[in-house]
């Protein structure tokens, strides 16, 4: 009689991990074969790249569509610039405080938003997200309405040397957009995306397997927050200059990674990194035709999710069974006689 092997990696999965090995090593050493521009231009990707991430494992995984993560890109960016103006921190210890306070602020805010269902729950997002843009607008030690830059001595403590910082940002971007992923992917592999799948699949059979639905989303949301706004202030740490239009931008922080986990794949880890790729390849290509640039993009999306639903990703892994992190479980009934 044969018996069944239940197995996670396959050798897709295998041969993306060396892959991606040989990748991270050759982007690491970046900063020595790279332009400035070049290394600008890849942080952004690596950036992106984690708040699509972030986003997909709410709305793909936890069933959370927010269209208000700009809250806590905004929060982390001008905890940021108050935590070393006012708190004398250094800048890298301020973006993980800034994570920190966007994780207990999340939690009130959860209690709240978490009443509402459906499209009022993404509406609820973004009026909290503009609660936040509006009441930073009214500090005025942070500049107000106006915004304001990072002091010249905060800039040059980071590192000795423009170009010195500027491999140090790319670091510390590249560093963020492996530290998300890898949490994403051991979350998922962990009894707790276990959970989460289940919720996404079915909240009603979910809660009859004696699933705390309310809790697991609440630590999702609480997660993601933390890493939202510990990525928003790398984002203003690049730019080194925040004020509440930029910081609190739905079009940038939300509507740019809905449409990279969109045209990507949601609900999938392969998904984000695809769109990141597929956005970048055509902002670098049609920024220069203006409005037009914008039309474009919503013509893919309107085409991807006509002919493909569930993404680039989707389509080629329910065409090639391919998938490169190894979430899923798979079954192989093995021959006794087989050595």
């Known amino acids: 009689m044969r018996s069944p092997a239940v197995y996670r990696a396959t050798r897709a999965s295998r041969i993306a991990m060396v892959v991606a090995a040989l990748g991270l090593i050759v982007l690491a050493a970046a900063p020595w074969w790279a332009g400035r521009a070049d290394l600008r231009l890849m942080g952004e990707v690596f950036l992106y790249l984690s708040l699509a991430c972030l986003w997909n494992l709410m709305a793909g995984y936890a069933g959370l569509v927010s269209v208000g993560q700009q809250a806590f890109v905004g929060f982390g960016g001008y905890m940021l610039f108050a935590l070393t103006i006012f708190g004398g921190l250094p800048p890298i210890a301020a973006i993980l405080i800034g994570g920190l306070l966007a994780a207990l602020l999340s939690i009130p805010i959860a209690s709240l938003i978490f009443r509402l269902k459906g499209a009022y729950f993404a509406i609820g997002t973004w009026v909290v997200a503009e609660v936040f843009r509006l009441t930073f607008a009214q500090i005025a030690s942070l500049g107000g309405g106006s915004g304001t830059s990072l002091p010249v001595g905060i800039v040059r403590s980071l590192a000795d040397g423009r170009s010195a910082r500027e491999a140090l940002s790319y670091w510390l ?78 079009n940038d922080w939300t509507a740019f990674v809905i449409f990279i986990v969109v045209i990507g794949g949601i609900g999938t880890l392969e998904g984000p990194i695809i769109g990141t790729l597929l956005f970048f390849l055509l902002r670098e290509t049609l920024a220069d035709f203006g409005t037009i640039y914008l039309m474009v993009l919503g013509v893919v999306a309107i085409v991807v999710m006509l002919k493909a639903p569930k993404g680039v990703w989707g389509l080629i892994r329910d065409r090639y069974d391919l998938e490169l992190f190894p979430l899923s479980y798979r079954i192989k009934l093995n021959d006794p006689k087989d050595p």
């Open 173 to 250: 971007a590249l560093g963020a957009a492996i530290v998300v992923v890898s949490a994403v992917y051991l979350f998922l592999r962990s009894r707790r995306g276990l959970a989460l799948t289940a919720i996404r699949d079915s909240e009603v059979a979910a809660s009859g397997l004696g699933i705390d639905i309310w809790r697991t989303k609440l630590e999702v949301y609480v997660v993601t927050s933390a890493f939202t706004a510990i990525i928003g202030g790398l984002i203003f740490l690049q730019k080194l200059r925040i004020s509440p239009d930029a910081a609190f931008s739905v």
